[in-house]
C-alpha cells in the first residue's frame, strides 16, 4: 500500500511539473511573439531565434510574503540611457529560495497608474551573479499586478519568467536600472539568458 501511495504521489509531481513546463512555454511563446507586435521592438523575426532561455525550474518559482509600505515618497530610478523614471515603494517581499531568506522592493510607476490598462502593473527589476555571465549584465525584470497579492499577503515570484529590458538588444531605449536594494547575492538561473545574437545594447 505505502508503494502504491509513493507511486501516486511521484505520479502527480510528475504531472505538476509536466504542466508548469507547458504552461511557462506558452508563456514564453507569447513573450517571443510580442517582439513582433510592439512598434518599438529592437528585434526583427530574423533575431528571434537568438533569445535564450534557462530550462524550466519550479524551485525558482516561490511565494514570497508581502509587506505593504504607505506614505511613500516618488523617486527617481536612473535609466541606462541617462534619464530616470519616477517610482514608488511599494512592498518588500520576503521570500526563500534555496534554503536562505531573500528580500526585494517591488515599485509602481505613478505616471502608469493612471492609465487604465496598466493601473495595476507593478515592477520588480533585480540583479543577480548570474549578470554579465549567463545573463544580461544589466540585470532582468519580472511583471506583477496588484491583483497577484493574495488575501493571506503573498505573492508568487517566479523568477522563471524574468526577461531582459530592451537595452539588452539595441542602444536608444529607456531601461530602469535595478536599484542596488534589489540585487540577490546568488545565481538566478532562471528566465532569459543573455541574448545570443548582436546585441546592441549599453
Do not use: W
Request: some cysteine; glycine content about 6%; charged content about 20%.
Amino acid at each position: 500500500m505505502k508503494y502504491f501511495l509513493l507511486l501516486v504521489f511521484a505520479y502527480s509531481l510528475t504531472c505538476k511539473a509536466q504542466d508548469y513546463k507547458a504552461t511557462l512555454a506558452a508563456h514564453r511563446k507569447n513573450y517571443i511573439d510580442d517582439f513582433l507586435k510592439d512598434q518599438n521592438s529592437p528585434l526583427k523575426k530574423e533575431d528571434l531565434s537568438s533569445l535564450r532561455f534557462f530550462d524550466a525550474d519550479s524551485n525558482y518559482r516561490v511565494i514570497a510574503k508581502v509587506e505593504m509600505l504607505s506614505n511613500q515618497e516618488p523617486f527617481i530610478i536612473p535609466s541606462y540611457s541617462g534619464t530616470g523614471s519616477q517610482y514608488i515603494n511599494y512592498a518588500k517581499l520576503r521570500f526563500i529560495l534555496n534554503g536562505a531568506n531573500f528580500e526585494l522592493t517591488v515599485y509602481k510607476s505613478p505616471s502608469l497608474s493612471k492609465i487604465p490598462q496598466y493601473k495595476e502593473y507593478l515592477f520588480l527589476p533585480f540583479t543577480d551573479k548570474t549578470n554579465g555571465v549567463s545573463t544580461y549584465g544589466g540585470g532582468r525584470y519580472i511583471d506583477l499586478t496588484t491583483s497577484d497579492i493574495n488575501k493571506d499577503n503573498t505573492i508568487i515570484i517566479d523568477f522563471n519568467k524574468a526577461y531582459n529590458p530592451y537595452c539588452a538588444y539595441k542602444g536608444g531605449y529607456s531601461c530602469p536600472k535595478p536599484p542596488v536594494v534589489n540585487n540577490l547575492l546568488i545565481e538566478i538561473n532562471a528566465g532569459e539568458k543573455k541574448f545570443a545574437g548582436i546585441a546592441n545594447g549599453h
